[in-house]
Each structure stands twice: as C-alpha cells, then as structure tokens.
C-alpha cells in the first residue's frame, strides 16, 4: 500500500478515536460499499481469508454449511451514484451462482427497495429468483418502510413474523435472530429495537445452550458506529445483554454501505457493504448519502459476503467479495486491512 495512501487511512481511524465513540477491539476493514459476505462459520470466532484468486474449488471445503449476506440493493435508485442498481444487483447474484460451493442460503440485510414501492420489490424479487440459493431471508431497512410504514413489505417478506417483522430461526446448530430496527427511528437516525420485541428476543434466547452460536442480524448497526448520522442502534446495549452468556456470538448489519468490524469480547460485528452505491466514511463529509465514484470504480465497491459454519471447530470466516476486482477485504484477529 503506498504511504501516502496509508497516512491517509491512519489519520482517518485517528480521526475517528478522537470523536467519543467507544473502539475498544476494534477491528477495522472498510470499502466504499456494495459488497456481499461470504461467511464461512466454524464454531463462532471471526476469521477472514481472501476471497481473491486463492478462493477456489477447494473454497468452503469441510465446513457444515455456508450462507451470502447482501444488503442495501435500493432498487428504484437511478442517481448519478448508480444509475442502474438491478444491473449491480444481478452481479452479485451472478457472483452467488459462480461460488464453487452452493451455499445454503442468503441474508439480505435491508433496503431491498429506494422507495418501498410495489413494482420496486417486484424487480428485487424478481431478480432473486436467478440466485443459486432458493431460500432468502429478510429484514427491512428504513426506505423499506417509507411509504406505508412497512405494511408492503411485511405482506412480502414477513410471513411468520412476530410485530414489525422480526423472527429466528435454526439451522445446522446454528440459532439466528432477524432483528427490525427501523421501525421506530429515533431522532438522528438512530436505530431502535423497542420494548417489546426486547422481550420478544429474551424469551427466544431463554433455555438455549451456553455453546449454542448465535446470528444477530438487523439493518442498522447494533453498535455505536457514528451517532452523528445515526450509525448505531440506541438500545442495542439491552439486546445485546441477551446474549452474553454465549460463547460465540455474531452480529450482521447493513445500512451503511462500507465494512467495519468489531470484535468485544466473544461477539464480533461486521457490517456489508451495499450493492447499490457507496457512502462516505463517517465524519469524512457534512452528511451520509450515496456518494459518486469513477465509473470503472463502481464494482469494485459492490459486492457480497459468503460466511462458512464448522461445527467441530472454533472459526467463522467472513470473507468480503467486491463485484468487479480481483482483489477482497480481509481482516481477522488482532489486525485489519482497507482497500
């Protein structure tokens, strides 16, 4: 990486320590949006591998299962910073298809639609019908609920749903938790879970196994990212005590549309990036929103994240693919890396 390009990245995350916003184990790897994970799950503990040309028919080899996270698609965008986000969309669902490994299933983590419009969630639906993996799962983010407080969506995607749209469910030993943050935006921006599905969450975790793993899955960040533009959850503290007795605990959002992530404790946090456009790191502009790259630049800040599951082990490797460049976002313990 070229020096200067690397002060650059060191005098942001200084900036960013400097703003009041708890780091503590931070574990920092960002791209400027779009992408999907591919996460690979051994036993709970974060670890990343690159996704790049090492990534081959051998990928995924030995784990239980595998499942994608997508997020932020905003179907119905047509600005400047993507002028056609069902096109960038069908990329990663071309990406999904070419993994060596089918994965089992995928994770979309919000702002399906721009506009939460009928004929929006017609073209994201009708796009996903392509995807290897037939089985989708969904939580909404806030433009999903802009014109009808989520009462489309939830029609859509919210079948066996509790209140605004949240659930769990299990799969291979594995307990994930759909979680809807959105629904009750506080002033900022803020995430917020809200009382009753706190409960809700309390009681689904009750009687679980301590060595049970544990996916946390919400649009928002459920960790205090950039409060100034709403870049965290305000009661995610509460949730989050729900699962402390768990030895291995991971948590996926969106919204954001840049990855970071965080290891506290034996909780990790990983945030995707969007298939639609990029946004700004936090505090580097006057507000969030979708920000203009070069052209033959846009893919290469799309992508998706494949997340592989070993039971017998002790690793969950996260591996973030952009949509058009060779090269991947990695970071695992005790380091990071930027792209």
């Known amino acids: 990486m070229p020096d200067k390009?690397?002060?650059?990245?060191?005098?942001?995350?200084q900036d960013l320590n400097n703003d009041g916003v708890d780091r503590r184990g931070f574990l920092k790897c960002m791209a400027w949006a779009g992408t999907g994970l591919v996460w690979t799950l051994s036993g709970?503990?974060?670890?990343?591998?690159?996704?790049?040309?090492?990534?081959?028919?051998?990928?995924?080899?030995?784990?239980?299962?595998?499942?994608?996270?997508?997020?932020?698609?905003?179907?119905?965008?047509?600005?400047?910073a993507n002028?056609?986000?069902?096109?960038?969309l069908?990329?990663?669902?071309?990406?999904?298809?070419?993994?060596?490994?089918?994965?089992?299933?995928?994770?979309?983590?919000?702002?399906?639609?721009?506009?939460?419009?009928?004929?929006?969630?017609?073209?994201l639906d009708q796009a996903l019908k392509g995807a290897s993996a037939k089985?989708?799962?969904?939580?909404?983010?806030?433009?999903?609920?802009?014109?009808?407080?989520g009462e489309q969506y939830l029609q859509r995607y919210g079948k066996g749903t509790k209140g605004a749209g949240w659930y769990s469910f299990d799969h291979k030993g594995v307990h994930f938790v759909g979680l809807v943050n959105v629904a009750n935006l506080?002033?900022?921006?803020?995430?917020?879970?809200?009382?009753?599905?706190?409960e809700w969450l309390e009681d689904d975790l009750k009687?679980?196994?301590?060595?049970?793993?544990?996916v946390l899955f919400a649009h928002i960040p459920l960790w205090t990212i950039y409060p100034d533009w709403g870049w965290g959850t305000d009661d995610s503290e509460q949730a989050l005590s729900h699962v402390k007795r768990f030895g291995s605990v991971t948590v996926l959002n969106g919204h954001i549309h840049q990855i970071m992530q965080k290891i506290e404790g034996k909780v990790s946090f990983h945030t995707a990036m969007s298939t639609a456009f990029p946004q700004p790191a936090p505090g580097t502009a006057s507000s969030a929103g979708?920000?203009?790259?070069?052209?033959?630049?846009?893919?290469?800040?799309l992508g998706i994240t494949d997340v592989n599951y070993l039971v017998s082990g002790k690793s969950l490797a996260i591996v973030d693919s952009p949509l058009g460049a060779s090269g991947s976002s990695a970071s695992g313990n005790g380091g990071g890396s930027w792209r």
Not at 186 to 198: D, F, N, R, T, V
């Open 290 to 301: 979708p920000m203009k790259v070069p052209a033959d630049q846009l893919q290469k800040v």
């Open 83 to 88: 002028p056609d986000v069902t096109a960038t």
């Open 90 to 123: 069908q990329t990663a669902i071309n990406k999904i298809n070419a993994m060596p490994h089918k994965p089992d299933f995928i994770i979309h983590t919000g702002d399906l639609s721009q506009l939460s419009k009928p004929s929006e969630f017609d073209t």
């Open 5 to 13: 390009k690397q002060d650059f990245i060191d005098q942001k995350l």
């Open 207 to 214: 009687g679980r196994s301590a060595s049970t793993p544990i």
């Open 44 to 80: 709970g503990i974060p670890v990343s591998r690159a996704f790049a040309k090492g990534y081959g028919k051998d990928a995924g080899k030995g784990a239980d299962f595998s499942f994608v996270q997508i997020s932020d698609s905003h179907i119905g965008f047509n600005k400047p």
């Open 135 to 149: 089985q989708i799962y969904f939580v909404p983010g806030e433009h999903d609920m802009l014109s009808d407080n």
């Open 186 to 198: 506080k002033a900022g921006g803020m995430g917020s879970l809200g009382h009753e599905q706190l």
